[in-house]
């Protein structure tokens, strides 16, 4: 089958960047992690939210087509995933694991680089969209380094570099904010809320105060199915002083999630 070219992946309109009707993608022969999930997600910085085992990071690899879905309908930029080549497609999505693997003598650059070339960008574009990114995530310094020579922030890092290096129309960030610093992160949620103003991102963390200063849109998530779609301030209003939590919008999280936030707790 040809390779599409990216302009055949975008028709010239279609309502939502992400469309996911009913979806159900299992995990192993067994459990469902997502169960028939209705979600609609445009332009716009989104925050997943939910309990370890909600069937989130299950989500991102079926957005990022790594996983293929049981059934139901799962649209990215207009197209219907599992329907044809997705090469050009995976070309205009950026996707960061929890975990990631790489090369330890990789410098930063060469990292980049390489995921850069595995997402057939130009060849004569790669150089320069390389040092952007590198750049927007603070590592211009450290861009002849070894991998094996940085921090697990930096590390991090470089893993965002690699998922924005092609200016993706969807960003999907698995736990972004892992061993980043306090002042990194603060820089992240403005990174985030300046790729939000033309792409979109959905990110995944249990990090609420990052959800509340970075996202427009809340999504929360529990036992692979849809509990909330709102923005923070409508999470926050759906807590008392009754409720679990130091913030407006951890009580608003913990009532929403009722008994399963309760067997967080320890």
Not at 40 to 62: C, E, F, M, Q
Not at 136 to 150: F, P
């Amino acid at each position: 089958m040809r390779a599409m070219d990216a302009a055949e992946v975008a028709p010239a309109t279609y309502a939502w960047e992400i469309q996911a009707e009913g979806l159900k993608v299992r995990v192993g022969r067994k459990r469902l992690a997502v169960n028939g999930l209705d979600l609609s997600l445009g332009i716009g910085v989104h925050g997943l939210l939910g309990p370890n085992g909600a069937g989130k990071t299950t989500l991102i690899r079926a957005l990022a087509t790594v996983l293929r879905p049981e059934a139901g309908r799962l649209a990215l930029l207009g197209q219907q995933v599992g329907k044809l080549d997705q090469r050009a497609l995976r070309r205009r999505i950026g996707y960061l694991p929890q975990v990631f693997g790489y090369y330890k003598r990789f410098t930063v650059r060469e990292f980049v680089e390489y995921l850069a070339w595995l997402k057939e960008m130009p060849k004569q574009e790669i150089p320069g969209a390389v040092q952007r990114a590198i750049e927007r995530v603070g590592l211009a310094d450290r861009a002849d380094d070894k991998l094996k020579t940085l921090s697990g922030g930096m590390v991090r890092r470089a893993g965002i570099a690699q998922a924005i290096v092609n200016d993706p129309q969807i960003l999907l960030l698995d736990e972004p904010t892992v061993g980043l610093d306090p002042a990194q992160r603060v820089r992240f949620r403005e990174l985030m809320q300046e790729l939000g103003r033309e792409s979109c991102v959905l990110v995944s963390t249990h990090l609420v105060e990052d959800v509340a200063a970075a996202c427009s849109d809340v999504v929360l998530f529990a036992a692979g199915q849809l509990v909330f779609q709102g923005t923070p301030d409508d999470l926050a209003a759906a807590g008392s002083a009754a409720d679990i939590g130091d913030s407006p919008i951890e009580r608003g999280y913990s009532a929403l999630l009722g008994d399963r936030a309760g067997k967080e707790s320890w």
